[in-house]
């Protein structure tokens, strides 16, 4: 695991840089984030060309992790995971569960730490030793320090490993070319960044040269076994969800399997997914056909459902506006009937109008009579736990864990859901929910609480049936 004190440490460059070593080295190589952040694992797929998938322990709980990430793995397989935040920071910024350090703690990854230490002398030292001690479970294994002229690392490197009997594999030199760019949410989106990709082999280049990279190689073969019952697939506890399951897709007379079609959002501006979220629906017999309200004139033919997920559709308003015969197909769909699940971005683009930060406003697809717009501001941020009144889409009583970050709000963000925060206990209705129909800003979970992709599939099976 690439973890570090504090968010802006420089994780995301060291992680990359690494991965496009062990790829250029032949490993048979993926990635996981930790946390439930969409782009960083996007960078690795896109950019890289990696498999990346989240892992989280607040999402799935301590076993239902471990089986996560032992799901489909190779023998030989190395893995990399990059940390969120800092070390230690969980729910609240204060409780371990959904750290970094849980993660690595659940899975037995040694941790290399990378300490920024632009502005810092001899307090580095004094610094680590902090995170050291509190390292109960001794999984940090080395250091990599950024921003660090090579001479001032000739001098502080022996005296480092002296002073706390920890492995220092190298340093970064302060390369303001080489940092990728930042916005409101997370990081900038992988086809905005001009030559990304050789920006990242000149990141490995120069890793090459100043981190021992087969060092760092030895503290990864030396991870302990991990020990489990299984491997099939991720699980919650099972307070929290109903005991539900799938039914096999029915035949046609001549014994083709039919499968109901449901309709994702997939683009420049709906592009956040859960990759375990799409295997549930898979799993759950559904059939996912992939479309662009930005760029089709036409919604996919023959689709029982619909699934709008995140991204950045204020970015994109006014090209989703000019597509006004996709605008009226999705009203005309949903309105009609179509199962749909909206999260977020997708939420967004079902209000009747969205302005912008400079006060433009656009035209949306208008199922929601609502207005949404920038505030400027972070409105809603962390992990939550929903449970939903009706039980439409989850079973009476059971909850499915979500995350939000959004800047922009809404003029009716819904009532059908509470959402309670887990840390503080504190909850806010949320939420739009109908026998056919999801909408809301929280990014869900499905593996916290399969039911919601099962009836999320059994509804479009039934849609099907009734057309």
């Known amino acids: 695991m690439i973890a570090a004190p504090k968010s802006g440490s420089g994780k995301t460059t060291i992680t990359c840089g690494l991965l496009q070593i062990f790829k250029e080295n032949g490993e048979d190589i993926s990635s996981c984030k930790c946390g439930p952040d969409y782009i960083d694992p996007m960078f690795h797929r896109q950019v890289l060309g990696i498999p990346a998938r989240n892992l989280d322990t607040f999402f799935t709980g301590e076993e239902g992790t471990k089986k996560l990430f032992l799901k489909d793995r190779r023998e030989d397989e190395l893995v990399v ?23 690595a703690k659940v899975t037995q990854t040694p941790i290399i730490l990378v300490v920024d230490a632009k502005g810092m002398g001899r307090s580095v030292i004094p610094l680590i030793a902090g995170f ?16 660090m002229s090579a001479a001032y690392y000739e001098i502080l490197r022996s005296l480092a490993e002296e002073e706390l009997g920890i492995a220092v594999l190298g340093y970064f030199p302060e390369n303001k070319d080489l940092q990728i760019a930042s916005r409101h949410l997370g990081l900038c989106m992988p086809g905005e960044l001009e030559d990304l990709q050789g920006q990242i082999r000149v990141t490995a280049e120069k890793l090459r040269e100043t981190v021992d990279i087969s060092k760092l190689l030895q503290i990864a073969e030396e991870a302990e076994p991990l020990e489990i019952d299984s491997t099939e697939g991720a699980s919650q506890p099972k307070k929290e969800c109903g005991e539900e399951a799938a039914e096999e897709p029915e035949s046609t007379e001549d014994g083709e399997t039919m499968h109901p079609r449901i309709a994702v959002a997939r683009d420049e501006a709906f592009c956040f997914y859960y990759e375990e979220n799409l295997r549930l629906l898979e799993q759950a017999g559904a059939e996912l056909v992939f479309f662009s309200p930005l760029h089709d004139r036409a919604l996919p033919e023959n689709i029982h459902g619909m699934l709008l997920g995140g991204g950045y559709p204020e970015l994109y308003a006014g090209q989703l506006s000019e597509n006004d015969v996709m605008r009226t197909a999705i009203r005309e769909a949903v309105t009609g009937g179509l199962p749909t699940v909206a999260e977020c971005g997708g939420f967004l683009y079902l209000h009747t109008t969205l302005t912008d930060r400079e006060g433009h406003s656009y035209p949306m697809a208008g199922v929601l009579s609502g207005k949404c ?39 009716d963000n819904g009532a059908d859901c509470i959402a309670y925060k887990p840390a503080t206990g504190r909850n806010y209705p949320c939420i739009h929910v109908g026998e056919n129909h999801w909408y809301g800003f929280p990014h869900l979970y499905y593996p916290s609480c399969p039911e919601f992709a099962e009836r999320f599939a059994e509804k479009a099976k039934k849609f099907l049936h009734n057309r």
Do not use: C, W
């Open 81 to 103: 995971m990059e940390g969120v935040m800092g070390l230690y920071d969980g729910l609240g910024g204060i409780r371990e569960e959904g750290s970094s350090y849980h993660l």
């Open 132 to 147: 050291l001690a509190y390292d109960k479970a001794h999984l940090i294994r080395g250091v990599i320090f950024n921003r």
């Open 373 to 411: 717009f920038d505030t400027r501001k972070l409105v809603r941020f962390g992990y939550i736990e929903l449970e939903e009144s009706a039980g439409h889409f989850l079973p009476q009583g059971s909850r499915i864990r979500a995350h939000e970050f959004h800047y922009y709000d809404s003029e």
